[in-house]
Protein backbone atom coordinates (compact mmCIF):
# COMPACT_ATOMS: atom_id res chain seq x y z
CA UNK A 1 0.00 0.00 0.00
CA UNK A 2 1.27 3.03 -0.59
CA UNK A 3 0.50 6.79 1.02
CA UNK A 4 0.13 10.16 -0.27
CA UNK A 5 3.09 12.26 0.17
CA UNK A 6 3.62 16.42 0.07
CA UNK A 7 5.06 17.21 -2.82
CA UNK A 8 7.02 20.33 -1.65
CA UNK A 9 7.85 21.03 -5.62
CA UNK A 10 3.78 21.91 -6.65
CA UNK A 11 3.99 23.81 -2.83
CA UNK A 12 6.84 25.80 -4.02
CA UNK A 13 5.28 26.24 -7.77
CA UNK A 14 1.94 27.01 -6.32
CA UNK A 15 3.06 29.54 -3.78
CA UNK A 16 5.30 31.35 -6.29
CA UNK A 17 2.49 31.66 -9.21
CA UNK A 18 0.39 33.65 -6.46
CA UNK A 19 3.56 35.59 -6.04
CA UNK A 20 4.07 34.60 -2.61
CA UNK A 21 8.06 34.91 -1.31
CA UNK A 22 9.77 32.33 1.26
CA UNK A 23 9.57 35.51 3.79
CA UNK A 24 6.20 36.14 3.23
CA UNK A 25 5.29 32.28 3.34
CA UNK A 26 7.66 32.18 6.82
CA UNK A 27 5.73 35.60 8.41
CA UNK A 28 2.08 33.73 7.28
CA UNK A 29 2.60 30.34 8.45
CA UNK A 30 4.25 32.05 12.13
CA UNK A 31 8.44 31.39 11.75
CA UNK A 32 10.73 33.51 13.29
CA UNK A 33 12.85 33.02 10.26
CA UNK A 34 12.25 32.21 6.53
CA UNK A 35 14.69 29.74 7.09
CA UNK A 36 12.41 27.44 9.09
CA UNK A 37 9.83 27.65 6.43
CA UNK A 38 12.42 27.20 3.58
CA UNK A 39 13.96 24.14 5.06
CA UNK A 40 10.93 21.97 4.68
CA UNK A 41 9.81 23.44 1.24
CA UNK A 42 13.26 21.98 -0.16
CA UNK A 43 12.63 18.78 1.71
CA UNK A 44 14.43 18.90 4.65
CA UNK A 45 12.40 19.07 7.23
CA UNK A 46 9.01 17.39 6.92
CA UNK A 47 5.64 19.57 6.90
CA UNK A 48 3.58 18.87 10.18
CA UNK A 49 -0.13 18.23 9.45
CA UNK A 50 -0.73 21.67 11.06
CA UNK A 51 2.31 23.11 8.51
CA UNK A 52 -0.30 21.41 5.34
CA UNK A 53 -3.52 22.93 7.06
CA UNK A 54 -1.72 26.33 6.77
CA UNK A 55 -0.12 25.52 3.69
CA UNK A 56 -3.49 25.36 2.12
CA UNK A 57 -5.13 28.22 4.00
CA UNK A 58 -2.68 30.75 2.93
CA UNK A 59 -1.75 29.02 -0.91
CA UNK A 60 -6.08 28.91 -1.12
CA UNK A 61 -5.87 25.24 -2.68
CA UNK A 62 -6.96 22.01 -1.27
CA UNK A 63 -5.03 19.12 0.40
CA UNK A 64 -5.01 17.11 -2.31
CA UNK A 65 -3.37 19.83 -4.67
CA UNK A 66 -0.01 19.30 -2.55
CA UNK A 67 0.14 15.69 -2.07
CA UNK A 68 1.10 13.05 -4.67
CA UNK A 69 0.74 9.26 -4.77
CA UNK A 70 3.87 7.39 -5.61
CA UNK A 71 3.83 4.95 -8.20
CA UNK A 72 4.92 1.71 -7.11
CA UNK A 73 5.69 -0.81 -9.74
CA UNK A 74 5.31 -4.56 -9.26
CA UNK A 75 8.80 -5.58 -9.41
CA UNK A 76 9.42 -3.10 -6.25
CA UNK A 77 6.65 -4.68 -4.42
CA UNK A 78 8.26 -8.04 -4.99
Known sequence: MTFPEVDTNRI???RKKKGISIEQMSNKM???SYQGYYKKEVGLRQFSANDISKICL???VNYED????PIVTEKETQ
Do not use: P, S, V, Y
Open 66 to 69: IFFT
Open 30 to 32: GFN
Open 12 to 14: KEI
Open 58 to 60: ILD
